[in-house]
């Protein structure tokens, strides 16, 4: 297995495919798949993964935002398996695997995923750092619905947090070791205290309204 990504597809992707998430919201932007590529990039090298397939799982997950956010994950599929580019570096076996890889990613998936790198690519997705997932949540909460006021985006952003990441979420993490295990339950804690929560939402609503 390659421990570096071949330097001719990092070309190609970093040229063909990662400027299509400029044109995206702050929780999906180029920041995101990038944080997404390292992570999956991390797990692959320790897991014994193929290097090069994370990586083009990882730059390709999102790309199916284009369209309905609804089914963005089995449209980012459609989009890499029909990508005949990839066919220089990965057999039909190997693009099919990437192509449930991608579609396995959406964290609110009932099913494991159907092979390591559909776990490494939903792992790599769920940065679980409390002060990130409280902030995308908000950025896109003001994205999406700019006409809310802030009392509205708070609701939204609280009933969020208690379908998603609370005991009773529907997120699932595949890697029980990954660093997002010990992130998920800290969360949950401050999920299980109102005013605790509440008071992240002001401050980090505060920051993103100023930028904005």
Known sequence: MEKNVSLDLMEF????????YVAFDKGHNL???????NSSLLLARKLGADIN??????AYHDLGLEGPRAIHHLTSGKILNADVRLRRWFSPEQIRLMKEAVEDHRASASHVPRSIYGKIVAEADRD??????????IQFG?????DKNKEEHWQRFEEHMENKYSTNGYI???LPDSPNADNLKIIREIIADKDVLRHYFLQLYA??????
Do not use: K
Not at 207 to 212: A, D, G, I, K, Q
């Open 142 to 146: 003001l994205s999406h619905y700019p």
């Open 172 to 174: 699932r993490l595949w």
């Open 31 to 37: 920041s995101h798949v990038n944080s997404v590529i």
């Open 128 to 137: 679980l750092t409390p002060d990130t997932v409280f902030r995308r949540t």
């Open 13 to 20: 992707v970093e040229t063909q495919i990662l400027p299509r």
């Open 207 to 212: 920051e993103e309204v100023l930028v904005e």
């Open 53 to 58: 397939m994370s990586y083009v799982v990882a």
